[in-house]
Nanobody, 120 residues
Framework: QVQLVESGGGLVQPGGSLRLSCAASGSIFRIYAMGWYRQAPEKQRELVAT???????TYADSVKGRFTISRGDAKNMVYLQMNSLKLEDTAVYYC??????????????WGQGTQVTVSS
């Protein structure tokens, strides 16, 4: 099994910044991509940002220009720098890892989530 642990969430005022971190451990064979998703109350989980093992990034339109995803030198680490936070960014943020442990097999793993609350 693969375990993902997120950290860095908290309470911040509109316009403020937070940096989320995610560390992966366990039965990691080959990481294809890592990313961040979020889920607000009574809403479906949505993609925030992803980064592949070749450093290709994808962002939701709602966070472009404000959030930046990056990988650590240890490729089992991923970060999300969140700037200019808005009230609508309030959600539980989940770390995701996608890997292909064997040929033709794709697996996704999720962290437990970290709460981000933007409030004045």
């Amino acid at each position: 099994q693969v375990q993902l642990v997120e950290s860095g969430g908290g309470l911040v005022q509109p316009g403020g910044s937070l940096r989320l971190s995610c560390a992966a451990s366990g039965s990691i064979f080959r990481i294809y991509a890592m990313g961040w998703y979020r889920q607000a109350p009574e809403k479906q989980r949505e993609l925030v940002a992803t980064i592949t093992n070749s450093d290709t990034t994808t962002y939701a339109d709602s966070v472009k220009g404000r959030f930046t995803i990056s990988r650590g030198d240890a490729k089992n680490m991923v970060y999300l720098q969140m700037n200019s936070l808005k009230l609508e960014d309030t959600a539980v943020y989940y770390c995701n890892l996608r890997q292909y442990p064997t040929l033709g097999v794709r697996q996704d793993y999720w962290g437990q989530g970290t709460q981000v609350t933007v409030s004045s």
